[in-house]
């Protein structure tokens, strides 16, 4: 694990996070109107939101490629792609089989973030909570998302719920490692 993170790293991380909750609020807005029925802006829609994680894995990967945690984010990465592919293929089945592929998505690139927030937590990048909290939400509403999926009214609505915290959390952790950046700035002048 490594101790000691690059400046670069962190205003890296800070944009990377800020991106991505913005991203995934503005996904949220844009899905919440356009689900119901499945369609294939829906179907797009779907798609692009594990590729949105897919491609922030990458670049957090090229920021910081230290051991275990390179190799979750990697994992996550290939992960969220597999997920774009399978709720592509999952939208033809109606929104049971997306919540099925969605939440297992959910459950297993949440114990990574989880993971990966762990790894993280130290004097450079903070306690991560924001994370951790966004990484065990997705773990256990993955698992709801499932439950639901075998009732009778399986619903995407809370698709946008989900995106909507998410992106929350990424923006609030983005906010926290700002100014921890500018805290530590003052205090070495």
């Known amino acids: 694990m490594n101790t000691k993170t690059p ?3 962190t205003s890296s991380l800070l944009k990377l996070y800020l991106g991505r909750g913005v991203l995934a609020v503005a996904w949220a807005a844009a899905f919440a109107s ?30 910081y490629q230290y051991g275990s945690e390179g190799r979750l984010t990697l994992f996550n990465g290939l992960l969220s792609t597999l997920a774009a592919v399978g709720v592509g293929l999952a939208g033809a089945g109606g929104p049971a089989a997306v919540l099925h592929v969605f939440g297992a998505w959910a459950v297993v690139s949440g114990a990574a973030q989880v993971l990966v927030g762990v790894l993280r937590r130290g004097p450079e990048l903070g306690r991560q909570w924001p994370v951790l909290i966004a990484g065990g939400l997705s773990f256990l509403v993955g698992i709801f998302y499932n439950i639901q999926a075998f009732g009778e009214h399986a619903s995407l609505d809370v698709l946008s ?3 909507t915290g998410g992106g929350v959390f990424f923006i609030i952790q983005s906010g926290l490692l700002a100014w921890r950046a500018r805290r530590s700035r003052t205090q070495t002048v």
């Open 7 to 9: 400046p670069s790293g």
């Open 34 to 63: 356009a689900h119901d029925p499945i369609d294939a802006l829906t179907i797009i829609l779907l798609v692009v939101y594990p590729l949105i994680d897919a491609v922030s894995s990458l670049i957090d990967l090229r920021a």
């Open 161 to 163: 719920i989900y995106a």
